[in-house]
């Protein structure tokens, strides 16, 4: 049987206490913000079991499938650990990848965060953040931005060969293209994505990325 921990009393003048695992911040603590960076994943877990944080932050900074899978096995231990399930946590990641969004959701993460390569001191991103978190950073609504039809196929550790399902996986999406049309809501207006819909029009959309004959 678990035990769960009765934590002091919050005061309105302590710092928030956020936990940081996969990025390092420039400046350790702001205004009312204490930043707490674990080296490690085990050193990660043992803080977020044995201390009292107000939120858990999980960074992906490099798109290595080995470090994808890592995170969200750990995410994964984090949501069914009964003394982080309830505790407040989101994942940054540097793009808007619709296959790991997906595997995210169904180990129970709820928000994420997109914060792309150069976008500056992620101290600040973070201090910023308001607890509860915004349902901007609603997993959910990153899926329903991204277009459904978009594949994924690895042509090793650190690479991966990204494909319209809509157009029967024929046309290779670039970064300008999946940033200007597949990854974002105006994928609605794409003649290939049109088109597919036209042809299911009663397959849902979430979880569906083939096309049909």
């Not at 949501?79 to 793009?95: A, M, S, Y």
């Amino acid at each position: 049987m678990h035990q769960f921990r009765v934590w002091p009393t919050k005061k309105a003048s302590d710092p928030r206490k956020i936990l940081l695992l996969g990025a390092e911040v420039r400046s350790a603590s702001l205004s009312l913000v204490e930043f707490n960076q674990a080296p490690s994943i085990a050193s990660y877990l043992s803080r977020a079991v044995t201390e009292n944080f107000d939120l858990l932050v999980l960074c992906l900074s490099a798109r290595v499938h080995q470090e994808r899978d890592a995170l969200v096995e750990l995410c994964g231990i984090l949501r069914t650990n009964p003394h982080t399930r309830e505790k407040p946590l989101i994942v940054l990641l540097p793009e808007r990848h619709r296959e790991l969004l997906n595997r995210l959701e169904k180990v129970g993460i709820r928000y994420v965060m997109i914060a792309e390569p150069g976008s500056g001191d992620l101290s600040h991103h973070l201090a910023a953040l308001d607890l509860p978190l915004s349902d901007a950073y609603r997993v959910e609504g990153l899926l329903m931005e991204v277009c459904p039809f978009i594949n994924y196929t690895p042509l090793n550790s650190c690479r991966e060969l990204i494909l319209c399902g809509a157009y029967r996986n024929r046309l290779v999406l670039g970064p300008y293209r999946l940033a200007q049309r597949c990854e974002v809501p105006a994928h609605l207006t794409c003649e290939y994505y049109q088109a597919q819909e036209k042809r299911v029009p009663a397959t849902p959309r979430r979880g569906r990325h083939q096309c049909q004959p």
